[in-house]
């Protein structure tokens, strides 16, 4: 009964490259959420993901970043050029139905540095 | 605006003593307030679910209650192991499905 899985756990790009994170939900889920959390600050919603939907991307940065969930395969949340402040880790959640205070699930983190 | 407010920000206590930690919370209409516990280097790790005011839930050493203005994390007889960054986080009606709002944690430190 496998969690939350994301992939890399660590991720080290120079400023510029392109970093891809992968999230693959729980079994039986099909929301995704991706939150960042900077050093010493806490958790902040990015994008909310349904199977081959967006359906809210209210916090996530409107330049270099974007976010897919396909219809096979994970969740990948992708940052163009990265620069030293999209250092952070990002965590992917899942949930069963979306709604109505579901309880979202924690993956383990993506630790992004930018050199 | 929504928001979340965690107190204290830290938290050091000795083993077995027993203390409450706090989330205020700011929302037009609320779904749900839920508790994780983090460790460092970790993803949060889900603890309890509350919809409505005089709510309560417990789990092992752990009691979160809810009223119409803040939750409550008791804590009793802690032991070293419950050494963690403890959030809390809202979901408001009108938002968007299943955004949550998390407050900035309180880190607990329990010596034996």
């Known amino acids: 009964n496998a969690g939350v899985m994301q992939n890399p756990r660590h991720l080290v790009r120079r400023r510029g490259q392109e970093a891809r994170l992968r999230c693959s939900p729980m079994k039986g889920h099909s929301h995704v959420y991706w939150y960042r959390q900077l050093p010493e600050e806490g958790l902040k919603f990015m994008v909310y993901?349904?199977?081959?939907?967006?359906?809210?991307e209210s916090g996530m940065p409107k330049e270099r970043f974007s976010a897919e969930f396909p219809k096979e395969g994970p969740s990948i949340l992708r940052i163009q050029q990265v620069v030293r402040g999209d250092s952070a880790a990002y965590f992917c959640?899942?949930?069963?139905?979306?709604?109505?205070?579901?309880?979202?699930?924690f993956g383990p983190g993506t630790r992004l540095t930018v050199l | 605006e929504d928001q979340v407010t965690q107190s204290p920000e830290a938290l050091r206590l000795q083993e077995g003593e027993s203390s409450s930690l706090n989330c205020s919370y700011t929302v037009s209409g609320l779904r749900g307030l839920f508790w994780y516990r983090q460790d460092p280097g970790k993803g949060p790790e889900f603890l309890f679910t509350l919809y409505s005011a005089g709510e309560e839930k417990e789990k092992e050493r752990l009691k979160a209650t809810l009223t119409k203005k803040e939750s409550f994390l008791h804590i009793t007889a802690p032991k070293p192991e419950d050494s963690a960054t403890y959030l809390c986080?809202?979901?408001?009606?009108?938002?968007?499905?299943?955004?949550?709002?998390f407050g900035s944690g309180t880190r607990l430190s329990i010596r034996p």
């Open positions: 959640a899942s949930s069963p139905r979306g709604g109505s205070a579901d309880t979202q699930y």
């Open positions: 993901l349904q199977k081959e939907n967006i359906i809210d």
């Open positions: 986080a809202v979901q408001a009606e009108g938002s968007s499905a299943s955004k949550i709002i």
